[in-house]
């Protein structure tokens, strides 16, 4: 490692090494492309009036829709067109859900009994608070034997059905 001098008219004199100077190590930010804020449309106001309407009325389209003075089919477009719409939408979906369910939960506690019966029907299937039917069918197999094969399957079991009717 050999040491130089290096003579500046403005700096004066520097000592100078064959080591190179260890350098702060910088971040980059990438840059942003900065986008142009444009002025809402139609559709976005509509869009917005929509989802404030949605919230009201927990998620009811033709509620919202007469509030909003639009047509449902114009509010489906925007829903299969426009993901964050979409998903605005589906989330005031899920908070109606948990509206309901914490109404039902309070009725709960208030011991009304078909919100509990309701409850264990629905929640309760896994500890056995299930209505089932039981239906009994009666299946009888042919004989292979009888079925020659020539005539379809259909007019052979019309042929056996006629027969056990008789």
């Given at each position: 490692m050999s040491t130089h001098y290096l003579l500046s008219p403005?700096?004066?004199?520097?000592?100078?090494?064959?080591?190179?100077?260890?350098?702060?190590?910088?971040?980059?930010t990438p840059l942003r492309k900065r986008t142009p804020r444009k002025k809402p449309n139609k559709v976005?106001?509509?869009?917005?009036?929509?989802?404030a309407a949605l919230e009201q009325s927990l998620g009811i389209v033709?509620?919202?829709?007469?509030?909003v003075k639009i047509s449902r089919p114009i509010y489906y477009k925007y829903?299969?067109?426009?993901?964050?719409?979409?998903?605005?939408v589906?989330?005031?979906?899920?908070?109606?859900?948990?509206?309901a369910e914490s109404k039902l939960h309070q009725l709960i506690k208030e011991g009304n009994p078909t919100a509990i019966i309701f409850y264990l029907k629905t929640k309760g299937k896994k500890?056995?608070?299930?209505?089932?039917?039981?239906?009994?069918?009666?299946?009888?197999?042919?004989n292979q034997g009888e079925w020659d094969g020539e005539e379809t399957p259909e007019a052979y079991l019309q042929r056996t059905l006629s027969q056990t009717t008789k």
């Open positions: 403005t700096k004066g004199v520097k000592m100078m090494t064959d080591k190179k100077p260890k350098k702060k190590p910088t971040q980059k976005d106001t509509h869009k917005k009036e929509l989802i033709t509620t919202a829709c007469t509030a829903y299969n067109t426009d993901p964050v719409f979409k998903k605005s589906d989330s005031i979906g899920e908070m109606a859900l948990d509206t500890r056995g608070y299930v209505e089932r039917q039981e239906i009994e069918a009666r299946v009888s197999s042919y």
